[in-house]
């Protein structure tokens, strides 16, 4: 983990993006999620068209792999990393899209043997996201589950109720989209005792960490709070990360590591990101503390 950590950062260091905004001079966005179906999905049959020097009574078919194209409208607040001193939950990071690019993708086209997740288990499952920021990430899977809940400060709540609207307005179908309001930091000052009181959520099948490892003073709170919401035998939580900040990334994983009862994968580059992208994803069980790898 370490080593691809240190090479993934000095591969990338000529690229850095700083902290990943799409596009931070406008307030509403429309993403386009231009999905191909990866390496080894079963093409698509399709008529082929007549020639006019070939021509047949009966079209024959020819195998070609489709795209799909979504677009999604985000509105983002593109004065918050100024009026919040470095609030970056407002703005559409590029991972949260190139994340959901990847999803859809493997929902879209089967590829059962290269998935992230199977799309029936997928669909009765309870998700929430932590740092859900624009909510991209829900507006783009809520469809493929069962309820998706969406969480962050409260500064972000409003902008996450605007863009859950601005893409569901005047549509026949309910969205399974909620919104709840979660500090990591309140949540780590609170005694164990009577944290069940002040944070209450339902148990979680999954739980999205997604452009949340940038400052390694919010680690040990962010820890916590994946800790405290995972449900032992069934939460499963990915976590997303990009090798921009070495420091983030080795507290978090060094915590991560070293809370009790945690298995802990990270996933290969031919079911998840290329870099300088990280995937890894942890399960709570009833004992023991154990690590994975590839």
């Keep these: 983990i370490y080593s691809d950590l240190q090479s993934g950062v000095s591969s990338y260091s000529t690229e850095f993006r700083g902290l990943g905004q799409q596009d931070s001079r406008h307030d509403v966005l429309t993403v386009q999620l231009d999905l191909c179906p990866p390496t080894g999905a079963p093409p698509i049959s399709l008529p082929r068209t007549k020639s006019s020097r070939?021509?047949?009574?009966r079209a024959s078919k020819v195998s070609k792999p489709i795209g799909k194209s979504i677009e999604i409208s985000i509105a983002q607040d593109v004065t918050a990393l100024r009026s919040r001193g470095g609030d970056t939950g407002a703005l559409i990071p590029v991972y949260s899209i190139d994340f959901a690019r990847l999803v859809l993708e493997q929902l879209h086209f089967a590829v059962p043997t290269a998935s992230l997740f199977d799309k029936t288990a997928l669909e009765n499952m309870e998700i929430l996201e932590l740092g859900a920021g624009t909510g991209l990430l829900s507006i783009a899977l809520?469809?493929?589950v069962k309820n998706y809940t969406v969480t962050d400060i409260r500064e972000i709540l409003p902008l996450l109720e605007k863009n859950i609207l601005l893409n569901y307005a005047g549509s026949t179908d309910t969205t399974n989209i909620s919104i709840?309001?979660?500090?990591?930091?309140?949540?780590h000052a609170t005694p164990t005792k009577q944290r069940s009181r002040v944070f209450q959520f339902p148990a979680v099948d999954l739980v999205f960490v997604v452009d949340?490892?940038?400052h390694p003073s919010l680690m040990p709170a962010l820890v916590d709070t994946i800790d405290y919401l995972s449900t032992p035998g069934r939460t499963t939580v990915t976590v997303v990360v990009e090798l921009r900040d070495e420091e983030a990334v080795r507290v978090f994983l060094?915590?991560?590591l070293g809370t009790p009862n945690w298995e802990i994968w990270r996933i290969g580059r031919s079911h998840g990101l290329p870099r300088p992208y990280v995937i890894w994803v942890g399960r709570k069980?009833?004992?023991?503390?154990k690590q994975g790898s590839d």
């Design 285 to 289: 069980v009833d004992g023991g503390n």
């Design 212 to 214: 949340c490892i940038y």
């Design 54 to 57: 070939h021509s047949s009574k």
């Design 142 to 144: 809520s469809t493929w």
């Design 254 to 256: 060094e915590l991560w």
């Design 180 to 187: 709840a309001e979660l500090d990591w930091l309140s949540l």
